[in-house]
């Protein structure tokens, strides 16, 4: 879905200008995208395969949610939002824990330029599975996997996203250090 998106100078400052989020990849502006990793006391995390019609890493495992901030929209409210959608659970922001802030610039194989600063954050699972409802066409499953995956590299790239920048990582030592 194109949606309008704030746009940012490569430092990360707001240039006071929006554009649909399709001319920020087709020009590879910089903008805003939340992350939000769900994961359990046993050591899991959720992840959701993307839906076999998105225009990047179709049907590969992913983050528990994530989105494009709207423009004007506050970081917080499109984490809440993001979560409601694609897998129709309602959070509060106190569920929430930021864990950072990273800049990627990806180049895509079909042309898309994804100059993003993400927003993370965790939160626990505290729901079962089958109360979670998937956002047609965003997300086609979704499934608990141990954390150990995040470091499995066999997986990375064919099964899941790849490991863009030790991203996984970064999330692997964010959750461990709180479990």
């Not at 917080?76 to 106190?94: P, T």
């Not at 956002?135 to 990375?156: A, N, R």
Request: aromatic share 10%; with cysteine.
């Amino acid at each position: 879905m194109d949606e309008l998106i704030d746009i940012l100078t490569p430092e990360g400052f707001d240039t006071y200008t929006t554009c649909l989020k399709s001319e920020a990849h087709l020009k590879g502006y910089y903008h805003k995208t939340i992350h939000v990793w769900f994961y359990t006391e046993k050591g899991q995390i959720l992840l959701q395969k993307r839906a076999a019609v998105k225009s990047v890493f179709p049907s590969h495992w992913d983050v528990s949610a994530a989105g494009h901030i709207g423009a004007g929209e506050e970081t917080i409210s499109a984490a809440i939002r993001e979560v409601q959608e694609e897998i129709g659970l309602h959070i509060l922001e106190s569920d929430l824990t930021n864990i950072g802030l990273r800049k990627d610039e990806i180049v895509h194989s079909n042309g898309i330029l994804d100059n993003e600063f993400k927003h993370i954050f965790i939160c626990k699972l505290t729901e079962d599975l089958s109360n979670l409802t998937m956002q047609i066409g965003e997300v086609d499953d979704l499934q608990l996997f141990d954390l150990s995956i995040l470091k499995d590299s066999t997986k990375h790239g064919s099964f899941m996203v790849p490991n863009m920048n030790g991203y996984y990582d970064f999330i692997f030592d964010k959750i461990s250090s709180i479990l």
